[in-house]
Structure formats: C-alpha cells, structure tokens
C-alpha cells in the first residue's frame, strides 16, 4: 500500500493523507479539555472583566496578571517537568494557546512570555542557565522578552548593529545597542537580546537582566491596538553581560532567533482561532439582538453570509493548525528517540514543519482580519464605537499579520522553505513535478463520474496540488536564479499553497470526522467543505494564472493555462444556502459552536 | 475533618434546551455538561477549610459514567477523592437516598450540597439527606467558618442574614456567597486529578416517588427595542400602542 503518512514539512503538496492520519481538535481528551477550560476560565475571571484597564496600562495590572497565569501554572505547560512546569505536549501547549487567545492584549504578553521570552533559554540555555531562569519563568516571578528589531533591523533582522565586545579580563560582554519594539518590555526582569559579537557576521544571543546597570526604557509606544500590551524600546548602554550568559554559541544567535520564530508563527496560528470565535460570538450576539425593518437583523442574508462565512475561515484554519500540531509532536517525539543531544527535539520538530508554520501564520491573521472586519460591519455605527467588542479586536487583530515575521516574510518563507526542503531531499517535489509536467499536455478528466463525497473531494485537492506543481516547476524553469527577484510570483505560488494546505485539511478533518459520528451530525461540516473547496479552487486558479502570465509566453503560456484551469475546475455548489445553513445553526446557538 | 460534597453533572448555562421521547426527557446532545455552580461554591469553600486546618474532601455524584468528567474537574479543584452512584440521578428523594447510603457509615463532618442543582431546582436533595441520617440541615448557606468542631454559619434571609452555630455533623446547602467565586482548576491539579481515586459505588434500589410527565419550554423572550434618552413621545407611544401598558 501506498505511504501516507506525512513526515516532513512540505510534503503534503506531493503527497495524499488519508483521514485517519491526521489529528482533529475534537480527539482532545478529558484532561487537554479541562486545561483548554481552565484557560478559558481565567479569561473570565481575570481578563474579559478588566479590559478597558488592561488597555489603559493601569500600572502594575498586565504584570499581575502574568503573576495570576503563574500561579494556575498556565506559564509553564509546556516547561518540563524537571524544571517545574507540566510537561505537556506541544498539542496540548497549543490548545491552551487557542484559548488565551481570546484575551486581546494579555494574549500578546502571555505569548511574548511562554514563547518567545522562555523558549530561547529553554531550548538553547545550558543547565545552570535553565536552572537558573526557567522555573522562575514558569511560575510567573520572572517576566520574559525577547529583543531581536531594531530600529534598522525589521523584517532583515540579522542586520542589527547591537554590539557585545569581550572585556580585557575576559569576564563580561559589554552590551551597546538600541532594541524596538519590545513586547513586555516595560516589565520584563530578563531579557533575550541578540547582538553580534565584534565584527561577526551573524549575530549571537544573550541573557540579560533588566536591572543590570546600562539598561534602560523608552516610555510606552502609542499604538493602534493591543493597548495594553506593554511594548518598548530598550536601550543597552555598556551593559556588563557575564561571559556565562551568552545563550548558545558564539554566531549562533540568528538560528536561535529564526527557530524560536518557528513556533511563534504556528502559536499565532492558533492564538486568531480563540479570537475568532470570540468574535464570531460577539457578532452573533449582537446581530441576535439588533433589529432594524421590525427583523433581527440575523434573518438577512447579507449578514448571514458574514457569520457563515467567519465560521468557514475559523473552522478552516482550526482544522490546519492543530493537523499540523500533530505533525511537529510526532517529529518532536522522533527527534527524542534519535537525539544526539546537541540539538533540542522541539527545535528540530517545528523547524520540519517551518513552510506549515509559516503559512498557518498567514492564513490565520488573514482569516481572523476578515472576521473582526465582518463584525464591525455587522455591528454597523456601533462597530465604530469604543464601548462595543468590535472595536477593540478590530484594532488588535490587525498587529498578527506585522509581527513573528510579516505576512510578505513569511509567503516568501512558505514558498523557499518548500522548495529548500525538497532541494535538501527530503522530500521529491521535482520528481513529482515533473510527472505532472509530462501529463499536462494530454489532460486526463480529474473525476470519473463514480467518486463518493469525500473521493470527489479528495481528487480535487488533488488536481489543486497538480496546478501547485505545474506552476513552481514552470517558474523555476522559466526563472531558474531569478525567481527571488520576482517576489509577486512568489506570492502568488505561496497563496496557492496557503489555500490548498488549508483545504486539504478541512477535507481530511470533515473525513474523520464523519467516521467518527455519522453523517447526520456533521451535515454542517459538509457545508463548510462544499463553501470552502469551491471558493479555493477559483483561488487558486486566480493565483496559478497570475503567476503564469507573469512568466510564460507562447505556446507554453498556452499549455499551462490549460492545465491550471484544467486541474482548479470543480463541481458547482449553491454557496448561498450552504452559508444560510451554516450561519443558521450560529445564529440559532447563539455562539460559534462547530 | 471530614468532608462530603454533593456535586450535580447539569447542562452549562448557556447549553441549548430541548426534550427528546415525547418532550419527556432532556436532550443531551452537543451539551456541555458542568458541576451545579452552588456546588462549585460550596466545594470551594470547603477546600478552603480544608486548607485552613486539616481532613478530606470527598465529592459524590449519583449519575452515569458521563458524569465522570466533572467530577475530574472537582478532583482537579482539589478534592482528594470521588464516588460515584452508579445509576440516573432521578428525583430528589432517589438521588438523596443514595447519598445516605453511602454516608451513613462514614462520619462525616460536614455534607455540602448545593442550594439547588440548576437544572431541576428542585431544592430539597440536602434536607432529605439530613433527615435520612437524622443530622441537622442548614439551608441557604451564605458563609461558613469552622472551630473545632463547630460550624459557624451565615444563612441568607429575607433582606437580611442570621448567624448560626452547629455542632458537627451537618447537612449545609451552599449558596452564593459561600464563596466569592468558584475555583479555577490549578495545572498542578489537573495533573494529580487523574491519580486520585474515582470509587464507583452501586446503588441501593429505591422506588421513584415522582414521575415526570412533560417538559415545556418557556415562551421566547420578546426582543428589548431600545430607544434614545431624550426621545420619551415614542417611549410614551410604544409603551401605550404596542405594548398596551399605559
Ligand atoms: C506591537 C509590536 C510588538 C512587537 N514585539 C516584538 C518583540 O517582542 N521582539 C522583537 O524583536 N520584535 C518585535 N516586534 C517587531 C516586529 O517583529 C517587526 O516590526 C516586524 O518584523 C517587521 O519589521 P519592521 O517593523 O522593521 O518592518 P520592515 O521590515 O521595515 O517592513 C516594512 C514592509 O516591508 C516589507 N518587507 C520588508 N522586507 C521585505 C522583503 N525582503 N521582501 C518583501 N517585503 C519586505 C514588510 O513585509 C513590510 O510590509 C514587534 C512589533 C510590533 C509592532
């Protein structure tokens, strides 16, 4: 039998998974449930009540908060056990992630301290390092940032001029350099900064404390949202760094922070699911109440096809990112058992999945764009007002798609890694490639007429993978070392690969699903799959279509549309009342409740 | 100190409601199922006396093995132990009979239950377990201290409170106020939760005394139209065409 489990990153575009093989968010057990709930719980308790402090920087309050969080041991799911967190499973990690999400600007600072501000001392610290830092982290006594842009350094973050240069007696570093942006800055008591070493070339990494002498605050930027998110920038003027907390090896700084991003991306990928649904259910809520012509103004269709469709976007998404979870905790489990001890099993599993972790960052931030944008709109004149929910995650959905690496950075990423994957041979993307070149110029029909639900479906996400082929192929011949100047192509190739991945997902999930409860239950599920693979298919062809005619000319221009169109037609589906029956159960409900 | 807390398995708050076989039986479906919130409180405040001195808490439900993960829930809160009834919980009487049958021997100090379970309401679960144990009951329970072994206890009355004082063992039913807010399960709880003993018991046979014979749901809510402060003419127009108040 054919081979299908996925195991590495990019994969999917030459391979087909088959249901089974993929982890669906309703396989949670009991225990992942209750700490999804105790996340939950402590929004309510702790959060949801205090936003407008939180966004008003009330002194002290996001601190505290983080102290709150430490104390239920939310800080330290996925710190081991050893080093007094709960060990949990990146599955896991990632769930409770989702359910912070929801908390607007306490999420960015909960997110800036159990990801970026743990992880590098975690995954690349030494024992004493470890020992010294991490339980305290975990617990919420120490708060934790990580200091990588610079006012020149962005998105070309190994271009910082931050400097460390060794002191005559060989003990310290002494730390010069100017960081922007740095979230939990105002309170953070150590610091991971990144700076180069003399004239290195690449930058080395760095634990610093806060209150050493030389370290000082820019006051609190004014921002457009996330308010209450405390974000600075930070000055390190001579700054004595002993010589024992340099994290990791000299020049080994830029890996560090580009690895620790990895998990960031995915991490905010699963983070816009929890603020979707909250704003999926603020919106319902309100277009629930709100009545305008003597009507709910949930009984129109125009608002109907919002809600349907916000719940599309967040179900898609949800679907990908936690298949993709599973995928790095079984990589993170096999790199334990193969482990030569220099690297860190978590690193090398997420960096497997970096072109996944990439584009579940793109597609979430864009979905859950589209969902606040939709609620303000469904709020209407109310939408625009300060004291409704959909103002605030409106404003602070729209940083998701600047930080952990712009969207444009990470369409780049999402198309390079793919291709530097299979380059590196893990995977055969040119010798699939090719196979699909040869049949592109005698077309074979992609269904035969006799396919069940789920073949039919499955051939088409087939054929998409076929025009994702054909196209990078082309490029690449056409191209060849051009193609990194040619960076809307790249875009283009990256959207198709972000809406196919994302599609397969969904189908794979509704699949098991429907092994696993029966038709009856999941006919809405059914819906959102028949909404969503249609409106893909013409995405993509829209994309394969504008990077060929970027390209191509002739006769080969000519075959390759051909092909493009050919492999993105797909049956018609009445968009209309499959969304009027999606938004319906919401609207009935009351709440997102697939 | 020994404690028992009663813990009902009901349908979140916000859960959908329908009936199934002829409008006689709730519908399960797609519901979330939560510990009763007084019995949250009340277990609340006995961990907390626990805490403050010495003991165990149990928590019992009468209920099906999907009652199950509540109960996790209460021992993630932080309870040390768990029984289960094995049987539907019925009506008040049947679901009383079984707690006193499981407590008759085991000298609790105190046995919690919730004012009422929000699903049923039914309010009378813990009287008729004092009454079975021929212990004092104690309603309405706002506030509670222990010295010793007494119970000092804070009872909520109409518009006001009464302090009482009870010797051990009773039968207190919590409600708001018991204390402040509910327990967030902690991680390290979460993670004990599953070592702890969930004993599941049989039960004892006893015939219902009550029968349910319909459920009806409340008419909907008519929507609330809101007009602006300074518009009171269609205030004082609805108020007298539509809605034929005035
Ligand atoms: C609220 C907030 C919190 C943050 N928190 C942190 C933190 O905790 N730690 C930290 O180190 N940083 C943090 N950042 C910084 C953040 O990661 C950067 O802002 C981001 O990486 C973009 O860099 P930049 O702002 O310099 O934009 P630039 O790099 O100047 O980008 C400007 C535009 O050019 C595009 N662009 C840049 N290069 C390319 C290219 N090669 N090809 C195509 N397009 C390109 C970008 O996509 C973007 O559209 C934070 C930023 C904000 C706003």
Redesign the interface.
């Known amino acids: 039998m054919e081979d299908t489990k996925i195991t590495t990153g990019g994969e999917f575009l030459i391979k087909k998974t088959e249901a089974k093989d993929i982890f669906i968010p309703e396989e949670f057990d009991?225990?992942q449930?209750?700490?999804y709930?105790?996340c939950k719980?402590?929004l309510d308790?702790e959060i949801h009540p205090n936003l407008d402090r939180i966004d008003d920087q009330e002194p002290g309050l996001m601190r505290d908060l983080i102290s709150k969080a430490g104390?239920?041991?939310?800080l330290?799911?996925s710190v081991p056990e050893e080093l007094d967190g709960?060990g949990q499973s990146f599955l896991t990690t990632m769930l409770a992630n989702e359910a912070i999400g929801a908390s607007y600007s306490f999420a960015v600072a909960f997110m800036a301290q159990t990801g970026i501000g743990t992880l590098p001392i975690l995954y690349y610290g030494n024992e004493e390092q470890k020992q010294k830092y991490i339980p305290k982290m975990a617990t919420g006594e120490l708060a934790a940032a990580y200091c990588l842009t610079e006012p020149n350094a962005g998105s070309d973050a190994n271009s910082g001029t931050s400097k460390a240069v060794l002191s005559e007696d060989g003990k310290h570093y002494i730390l010069n350099g100017q960081k922007m942006w740095i979230t939990n800055g105002g309170f953070a008591d150590v610091l991971t900064v990144f700076a180069k070493i003399d004239n290195d070339r690449i930058l080395s990494a760095f634990i610093v404390e806060n209150n050493w002498e030389g370290v000082s605050l820019n006051p609190e930027e004014k921002k457009m949202g996330i308010k209450g998110s405390s974000t600075r920038q930070i000055f390190f003027n001579n700054v004595k760094v002993p010589v024992e907390n340099l994290l990791g090896a000299r020049g080994e700084g830029f890996r560090i922070a580009l690895n620790i991003l990895h998990i960031g991306r995915i991490k905010l990928g699963v983070n816009v699911v929890g603020a979707s649904k909250i704003a999926i259910n603020h919106s319902v809520n309100y277009a629930n109440?709100r009545?305008q012509f003597g009507k709910?103004i949930s009984s129109f269709g125009a608002i109907k096809h919002k809600i349907a469709q916000q719940a599309i976007l967040t179900y898609a998404s949800e679907s990908a990112v936690y298949r993709a979870s599973k995928n790095i905790d079984d990589a993170i489990i096999e790199a334990k058992k193969n482990s030569d001890g220099k690297t860190n099993a978590n690193i090398e599993g997420s960096a497997k999945y970096q072109t996944e972790c990439a584009l579940l960052k793109v597609f979430g931030s864009e979905a859950l764009d589209y969902v606040v944008d939709e609620s303000a709109q469904i709020f209407g004149g109310m939408g625009f007002s300060a004291e409704m929910p959909a103002d605030r995650a409106y404003r602070d959905s729209r940083i998701n798609r600047i930080f952990e690496g712009t969207n444009e950075i990470n369409r780049l990423i999402i198309v390079d890694s793919a291709i530097k994957t299979a380059q590196k041979g893990e995977y055969d993307l040119f010798g699939k490639a090719k196979e699909v070149m040869a049949e592109i110029n005698n077309l074979s029909p992609v269904l035969n007429g006799n396919e069940s639900y789920y073949e039919e479906k499955q051939k088409y996400i087939a054929a998409f993978k076929k025009a994702i082929l054909v196209t990078i192929q082309s490029m690449m011949d056409v191209l060849k070392r051009k193609l990194s100047f040619e960076q809307e192509i790249m875009m283009n190739v990256s959207d198709m690969i972000i809406q196919l991945y994302v599609a397969e997902s969904l189908a794979l999930r509704v699949e098991k699903l429907n092994d696993m409860k029966g038709d009856e239950a999941i006919s809405i599920k059914k819906d959102i799959l028949d909404v969503f693979i249609y409106d893909v298919a013409s995405e993509i062809r829209k994309f394969g279509l504008d990077a060929i005619n970027s390209f191509a000319e002739g006769e080969n221009l000519k075959t390759l549309t051909n092909a493009i169109e050919h492999f993105t037609k797909v049956g018609g589906v009445n968009t209309k009342d499959a969304r009027r029956r999606i938004a319906d159960t919401i609207i009935?409900?009351n709440?997102y409740?697939l | 100190m020994k404690i028992l807390v009663c813990i009902s398995n009901v349908p979140d708050t916000?859960a959908?409601i329908s009936f199934v076989e002829d409008n006689k039986v709730y519908n399960k479906n797609?519901v979330q199922f939560i510990i009763s919130p007084y019995e949250e409180l009340a277990l609340t405040r006995a961990l907390e006396l626990k805490e403050a001195a010495s003991g165990t808490i149990t928590v019992l439900t009468v209920g099906l093995q999907d009652a199950e993960?509540t109960m996790?829930?209460a021992l993630?809160m932080g309870a040390d132990d768990a029984i289960r009834v094995n049987t539907e919980a019925k009506d008040a009487m049947f679901v009383a009979k079984q707690i006193a049958e499981v407590a008759k021997n085991k000298n609790y100090d105190i046995i919690f239950t919730g004012k009422e379970s929000i699903d049923y309401n039914g309010s009378q679960v813990g009287e008729m377990v004092a009454e079975l144990l021929d212990i004092p009951s104690i309603t309405s329970v706002s506030g509670i201290d222990v010295e010793g072994t007494t119970g000092k206890i804070q009872r909520e009355i109409d518009g006001g409170y009464e302090q009482i004082e009870c010797e051990f063992p009773f039968v207190g039913s919590g409600q708001k106020g018991i204390a402040p807010?509910p327990r967030?399960?902690?991680?390290?709880g979460?993670?004990m939760?599953?070592k702890k003993p969930l004993n599941i018991v049989e039960p004892v046979e006893f015939t219902d005394l009550t029968q349910v014979i319909t459920h009806t749901l409340p008419e909907a809510k008519s929507?609330?139209?809101m007009i602006e402060p300074d518009n009171v003419g269609e205030l004082v127009r609805l108020l007298h065409e539509e809605a034929k108040a005035i």
Do not use: S, V, W, Y
Not at chain 1, 71 to 74: I, K, S
Not at chain 2, 184 to 188: G, K, Q
């Open positions: 009991e225990e449930r209750m700490i709930q105790t719980d402590f308790k104390e239920l041991g939310l330290g799911i709960f109440e009545k709910q009935e409900e709440k409740n | 916000t959908k797609n993960p996790r829930k993630a807010e967030i399960p902690a991680m390290r979460i993670m939760a599953r929507a609330c139209t």
